[in-house]
């Protein structure tokens, strides 16, 4: 977090991603990495990685109803736009050729995905915490 404050934001996106992706990783160590890392990459001007990143911390810690949670809520507030290239979506800005594109309404119904998904495993650890009484 210091050096994404200091505006290494390269460094700060290279920490974020291999704490994010480590399986050891503490749930509590992640709170807010998500967006923070998106953000790196918006300042970078890399929007086109972000997607990439936001399903591969899905992949590393489906468990993780807080992170599911992040990553939902840095679907709602990304960019909505890109550009179609040779058959793939391409967020944010492009120089030369490509269709623009609109991403809203995807990004809103993977962020509702991933809400129903936390919100699953909240459901089933409480159940699992009343089975005990």
């Known amino acids: 977090m210091k050096l994404y404050s200091d505006g290494n934001y390269a ?3 290279d ?3 291999r704490l994010v992706l480590s399986k050891d990783a ?3 160590a992640l709170s807010g990495m998500i967006g923070t890392a998106a953000n790196c990459l918006e300042q970078l001007n890399r929007l086109d990685e972000v997607d990439a990143f936001r399903e591969e911390a899905v992949a590393a810690h489906p468990d993780d109803w807080q992170l599911l949670a992040q990553v939902a809520q840095s679907y709602v507030n990304t960019t909505n736009y890109g550009f179609m290239i040779a058959g793939e ?3 944010g800005s492009h120089r030369g050729g490509g269709r623009v594109m ?4 995807r990004d809103r119904v993977r962020a509702l995905q991933l ?3 936390a919100i699953q495993q909240v459901e089933a650890a409480h159940e699992q915490s009343q089975a005990g009484w």
């Open 15 to 17: 920490g974020i991603r």
């Open 11 to 13: 460094e700060a996106y």
């Open 115 to 117: 809400l129903r998904q």
């Open 102 to 105: 609109n991403a809203a309404a």
């Open 89 to 91: 979506f391409h967020r």
């Open 26 to 28: 503490d749930p509590a």
